[in-house]
Structure formats: C-alpha cells, structure tokens
C-alpha cells in the first residue's frame, strides 16, 4: 500500500514562501514520476508540477513558473514544491501524486497514487 502525506501547508502573507513536502511510505519513489496539484473552492483540480523518476525532467503550469520549485530526494523518500512570492491566487488544498509513467503527466487520471492535500491560504 502506497501512502503519500503532504506537510507544510498554512496561512502566509502574499509575496511570503513555502516549502510543502510530500512524504511516501509503502513503496520507494525510485521509478515513479511525481506531482503536485492543487484545488481551489469551486474549481478544477489543476495540475502544478512534476518531476520524472530521475529528477531530470520538470514541468510546471503556467500560473507558477518561475516562482515555484519540485525536487525529490529518493533517499528521503520525499518530494518537495518551494513556493515564492506567493500570491492570494495560489490559495488552494494542494496535492501530491505519484505516477508509472514515462511521459509528463499533467492530468489527475494520469496518476497512480494520491495524498490527502494541505491547505494553502494567502492572505493580501
């Protein structure tokens, strides 16, 4: 059994940073590319990051390129989103998942494995 726990997550101010970390047990993360999602009120589930199972390849969308970072470390077992200049946008339950993929997975159903989310606010 496969369990991701996002942490990190809380109430900042608009241009502050966060570091949110996604915790895998039951499985290593070598060989799974993973990513984090987030989920506004009344929206969409939209796609944030992904890092490939060798940490070579990362993508973002649009609405956070060059404020947001994901890494990972396999021997942690943890993947990592740093958060900069945040903005009340960004507010939103934020998810990590894990995908068997060989592509850049930037949809919900091309995921595996789900964590719970951790809340982001940010407040103008």
């Known amino acids: 059994q496969v369990q991701l726990d996002e942490s990190g997550g809380g109430l900042v101010q608009s241009g502050d940073s966060l570091r949110l970390s996604c915790a895998v047990s039951?499985?290593?993360?070598?060989?799974?590319?993973m990513g984090w999602f987030r989920q506004a009120p009344g929206k969409e589930r939209e796609f944030v990051a992904f890092?490939?199972?060798?940490?070579?390849?990362?993508y973002y969308g649009d609405s956070v390129k060059g404020r947001f970072a994901i890494s990972r470390d396999d021997a942690q077992n943890t993947v990592y989103l740093q958060m900069n200049s945040l903005k009340p946008e960004d507010t939103a339950v934020y998810y990590c998942?894990?995908?068997?993929?060989?592509?850049?997975?930037?949809?919900?159903?091309?995921?595996?494995?789900w964590g719970q989310g951790t809340q982001v606010t940010v407040s103008s």
């Open positions: 039951g499985r290593t993360i070598g060989g799974y590319g």
């Open positions: 998942a894990a995908a068997v993929t060989t592509i850049v997975p930037t949809t919900p159903e091309k995921y595996d494995y």
């Open positions: 890092v490939s199972w060798s940490g070579a390849v990362t």
